[in-house]
């Protein structure tokens, strides 16, 4: 099975630090995604890669940017933390020629509360 | 655009009693359609999925969901619920159009009283 791996499940951090979330998926696929999902929001789209080095801005890009330097890895990065980027992150990974016959496959999600 | 609309945000049922979850899509061409579930803490598990071919696909749990292209719906069925169904369940919606990204629905939490 694809794995997708968040390294931290909870993170706290201070209004103005900078925050990297890492992802890092198993399975070679081409895609990855990161999602903030915020009760009565649903799952909104940050950013998203089709390939190594390339990032396209998603629906909410604003106050976040991306690195993804290895096929493997895709971090999320907050310039500078703010209490209203409080929320769950998840992120996601698909294979490249058949990424919605598969669907995604989900981690288990960083939950980050800044204070 | 395209944009998914779940109507109901919470819905409670009896353990043993059907359910079906309701989910309608915007979406201009043939859409790919899923159901993915989240329990609490959790990330997202993939349910099911249609992309063509039958419109009503059978998924894990003893999920089920009808592809109804008139209405633009794809709701969720289930014949009798158990209470480790408690979760919440999201609908979600993409196409060729779209490139490869899903739109997910707002959710519907669902509460299982035994």
């Known amino acids: 099975d694809v794995k997708v791996t968040q390294s931290s499940r909870y993170l706290v951090k201070r209004t103005g630090e900078k925050v990297f979330l890492e992802c890092v998926q198993d399975m070679d696929h081409e895609n990855m995604f990161w999602y903030r999902q915020d009760p009565g929001l649903g799952l909104r789209l940050i950013y998203f890669s089709y390939d190594v080095k390339m990032k396209e801005k998603g629906d909410i890009p604003e106050g976040y940017s991306v690195s993804r330097e290895k096929k493997e890895r895709f971090s999320l990065i907050l310039e500078s933390a703010s209490t209203n980027q409080t929320s769950m992150y998840l992120c996601?990974?698909?294979?490249?020629?058949?990424?919605?016959?598969?669907?995604?496959?989900f981690g288990s999600g960083t939950r980050l509360t800044v204070v | 655009a395209q944009s998914v609309t779940q109507p109901d945000i919470h819905i409670t049922v009896s353990e043993g009693a059907s359910l079906e979850l309701r989910c309608n899509y915007s979406y201009g061409a043939t859409p790919y359609l899923f159901w993915y579930v989240q329990s609490p803490g959790q990330g997202l598990q993939l349910l099911l999925k249609y992309f063509s071919g039958d419109t009503l696909v059978q998924g894990i749990k003893g999920f089920e969901a009808e592809f109804k292209r008139s209405q633009s719906s794809f709701n969720l069925r289930k014949p009798s619920v158990h209470w480790s169904d408690a979760a919440e369940y999201f609908c979600?919606?993409?196409?060729?159009?779209?490139?490869?990204?899903?739109?997910f629905g707002t959710g519907t939490q669902l509460k299982v009283e035994l």
């Open positions: 996601a990974s698909s294979p490249g020629s058949e990424a919605l016959r598969s669907g995604y496959t």
């Open positions: 979600a919606v993409g196409g060729r159009g779209g490139g490869n990204k899903l739109t």
